[in-house]
């Protein structure tokens, strides 16, 4: 399986950026995509997830800002960034779960806001 992330860049603090991750090759059906950050010395985390039928999770410190969404058929992933802060600042990584219990890891895409 291969997940191709796609939109990270450099955006001033209040801008917008929408990150796209398509995953090829799954032979399994995909349960849950996702995205993780990890800052600079700090440890991987959760940014936000979704299931299949839709159903959506965040990390408290980008609810109200980033919007997570899927398109099933094209096993594709997105994440839309608004309100972008400094500290938002992190390599971000695709992720997916097969129902088989597989976890998948895309390559990350860097993403710099400027204060």
């Known amino acids: 399986v291969q997940l191709q992330a796609s939109g990270g860049g450099l955006v001033q603090a209040g801008g917008s950026l929408r990150l796209s991750c398509a995953a090829s090759?799954?032979?399994?059906?995909?349960?849950?995509m996702g995205w993780y950050r990890q800052a600079p010395g700090k440890q991987r985390e959760l940014v936000a997830t979704?299931?299949?039928?839709?159903?959506?999770n965040y990390a408290d410190a980008v609810k109200g800002r980033f919007t997570i969404s899927r398109d099933n058929a094209k096993n594709t992933v997105y994440l839309e960034m608004n309100s972008l802060k400094p500290e938002d600042t992190a390599v971000y990584y695709c992720?997916?779960?097969?129902?088989?219990?597989?976890?998948?890891w895309g390559q990350g895409t860097l993403v710099t806001v400027s204060s």
């Open positions: 090759g799954s032979r399994s059906s995909i349960a849950v």
């Open positions: 992720n997916l779960n097969t129902w088989t219990g597989n976890t998948y």
């Open positions: 979704i299931t299949r039928g839709e159903t959506t």
